[in-house]
T-cell receptor, first 115, second 115 residues
């Protein structure tokens, strides 16, 4: 049973479209994250939710909108997709966000290609 | 702001040889330190972590890392590399306080193993 699962694994779409990536964790964690990995493998945090509340919102275009319906789910919706949005998006979760002494469990990633 | 430097972008070793991957961090105090591994097409898996105590930490798959405060380093080592260790390795630091548990990753080191 996968701890952090993301769907879809691959997503190919045209510029200007809107798409969503879904994430679910069955670890009972309170905190979930979206990370973006660019073509040079650099990983950068985008958002973090703790028990459905947004606690980290990095400098990300407002075309990106995360939603957490409950603490086990964190979705990422992207409007008006641009070429530069092509990347691998990783969902992750951790027990909580009270300290940096928290291990993140990552999903397998969703590779988004914008044509 | 905290930062992580992995000076080696690519490293190639022969199977059975020893390995050391370098990681240096910049932070106001001793942060929480992590090494993650990413196999091709996979998410990130935790290899080991340092929070406090013994500066030599053991991880999975025969890896270990040593925290050296004087050098602001947390280098990853393995005495004998296996072909299956070929992957991308990321060093990361986590903040001492709460506020979201924002991990900062290094740029990664790609390990190739020659048979």
């Amino acid at each position: 049973d996968t701890a952090v699962s993301q769907t879809p694994k691959y997503l190919v779409t045209q510029m200007g479209n809107d798409k969503s990536i879904k994430c679910e964790q069955n670890l009972g964690h309170d905190t979930m994250y979206w990370y973006k990995q660019d073509s040079k493998k650099f990983l950068k945090i985008m958002f973090s939710y703790n028990n459905k509340e947004l606690i980290i919102n990095e400098t990300v275009p407002n075309r990106f909108s995360p939603k957490s319906p409950d603490k086990a789910h964190l979705n990422l919706h992207i409007n008006s997709l641009e070429l530069g949005d092509s990347a691998v998006y990783f969902c992750a979760s951790s027990r909580d966000a009270t300290t940096g002494a928290n291990v993140l469990t990552f999903g397998a990633g969703s590779r988004l290609t914008v044509l | 702001a905290q930062s992580v430097t992995q000076p080696d972008i690519h490293i190639t070793v022969s199977e059975g040889a020893s390995l050391e991957l370098r990681c240096n961090y910049s932070y106001g105090a001793t942060p929480y330190l992590f090494w993650y591994v990413q196999s091709p097409g996979q998410g990130l898996q935790l290899l080991l972590k340092y929070f406090s105590g013994d500066t030599l930490v053991q991880g999975i798959k025969g890896f270990e890392a040593e925290f050296k405060r004087s050098q602001s380093s947390f280098n990853l080592r393995k005495p004998s590399v296996h072909w299956s260790d070929a992957a991308e390795y990321f060093c990361a630091v986590g903040p001492l306080g709460g506020g979201g548990n924002k991990l900062t990753f290094g740029t990664g080191t790609q390990l190739k193993v020659e048979l």
